[in-house]
């Protein structure tokens, strides 16, 4: 393979324009046995309970700590989104909840050691290749969730705009629903400890991957790169965590090979081929990744009502005109503020201030948007609660483990 060969694969696979106003949503919940949350659960039994096809066509997979994760079909907006995870959220729950297993809507587990339950070559190499620099890639295996928002790359705005725009909101939406102030049973420096796990896990694959000085930072270079050469350039630059040596074995690559040093100079397996990049692409975990669609990644799993309130409001400030362009002036001061969303959520003035022009703007988009109701009572819920009074709800757990030292 050579570099023009990786920016050809990324514009044909990774970036698609069919689409246009659809949102899927992905809701990762932690898994606590009801009876002692401290206690690890039974997988075997879980896997059991749970399994069977959901009403709307939802797909259920697992995460190596035994994390649930429930993923949408992608619809045509929020209203339909929303209503096809409930409706696939209520059967779930009413399995899960056979099970003697509770599902739970925080950002990283606060008390359980990492323990995988999930088996398999490729999370086998993948905790080799994590374990080799430290504790905080098993830790991102096993012990945290997420809400991810698939958007497509088509709508309000070029390409190039909502990727940037996308990138610039991340920080506001990561501050805004920080949920993880918890590690080894006591409250840590962070608002979102789950984003400060992932930042610091090889950077070259968890780094944002936009290269705008808008969306990394004030010494940034800026660009002109379309969005499908920004993310090639990524994949470029990034190491390469495994290779697939046959259809069951994954070897780890320990050495610092990129993999365009893979493509120049080999190893021991060989050079790459186009399946290789195609899995390389993979093992990418940026807060924005390209995937023929935007996945934001950004945001800690929140509990009932809140889960709908990050793509609701990512939706409008994407899709919605005028949304989006008070979205692209409040976030221009923070744009480049992740470590200081994932530390300080909204106690920070400036991702406060962003974040309430930004929610304002959203939820007067929702109901041009047809959003449903339940949606727009949920955000003007959330807005009310934490982010007019610049809090998330990071606070809240830290405010109950205060009292009684309960999380959830």
């Known amino acids: 393979m050579r570099t023009d060969d990786v920016h050809r694969h990324v514009r044909e696979h990774a970036v698609a324009t069919a689409g246009r106003g659809r949102l899927g949503v992905e809701l990762e919940w932690l898994t606590w046995p009801l009876d002692d949350p401290a206690r690890p659960i039974c ?7 749970v399994a069977g096809p959901l009403p709307r066509g939802g797909r259920l997979t ?15 907006g929020i209203g339909a989104a929303h209503a096809a995870v409930a409706a696939d959220l209520a059967v779930l729950r009413g399995r899960i909840g056979d099970a003697g297993v509770d599902l739970v809507g925080l950002g990283l ?10 088996g398999g070559p490729r999370y086998d190499a993948m905790e080799a290749y994590f374990d080799g620099a430290g504790s905080a890639g098993r830790r991102m295996m096993c012990g945290t969730a997420s809400i991810q928002l698939n958007l497509d790359m088509t709508g309000e705005g070029t390409p190039g705009a909502r990727w940037e725009l996308a990138h610039a909101i991340g920080p506001v939406l990561a501050a805004a629903c920080a949920n993880s102030p918890i590690v080894g049973g006591r409250p840590s420096r962070w608002r979102s400890a789950r984003l400060a ?5 090889d950077r070259t694959r968890t780094a944002p991957a936009c290269t705008s000085g808008l969306a990394i930072g004030d010494d940034a270079a800026e660009s002109t790169a379309s969005p499908s050469d920004q993310w090639a350039q990524y994949a470029l630059g990034a190491r390469v965590m495994l290779v697939r040596a046959g259809p069951e074995r994954f070897v780890p690559v320990f050495e610092h090979l990129t993999f365009e040093e893979w493509m120049s100079r080999g190893h021991e397996l060989g050079y ?7 899995y390389h692409l993979t093992t990418l975990f940026p807060p924005v990744r390209l ?9 800690d799993a929140l509990p009932e009502p809140w889960w709908r309130v990050p793509g609701a409001v990512a939706t409008a400030l994407l899709d919605d005109p005028e949304a989006a362009a008070v979205a692209r002036e409040a976030t221009a001061p923070t744009a480049h503020l992740w470590h200081q969303a994932a530390r300080l959520g909204l106690s920070h003035p400036a991702l406060a201030a962003s974040a309430r022009r930004c929610f304002v703007a959203a939820i007067a988009a ?3 948007l047809g959003a ?3 949606t727009q009572a949920a955000c003007a819920a959330f807005f009310d609660r934490f982010v007019a009074r610049g809090r998330c709800p990071a606070d809240e757990v830290l405010d109950r483990w205060a009292a009684d030292r309960q999380v959830a």
Not at 62 to 76: I, N, R, T
């Open 272 to 278: 790459p081929t186009a399946d290789d990049l195609a």
């Open 109 to 118: 587990d606060p008390f359980r050691p990492c323990r995988r339950v999930v």
């Open 372 to 374: 449903d109701p339940e």
């Open 43 to 49: 997988f075997d039994q879980l896997r059991t309970e």
């Open 291 to 299: 995937r023929g669609w935007m996945e934001l990644r950004m945001v």
């Open 62 to 76: 697992f995460e190596p700590g035994g994390q649930v994760e429930l993923s949408s079909l992608p619809q045509a």
């Open 197 to 201: 796990v992932w930042a610091a896990i």
């Open 366 to 368: 929702l109901p041009r």
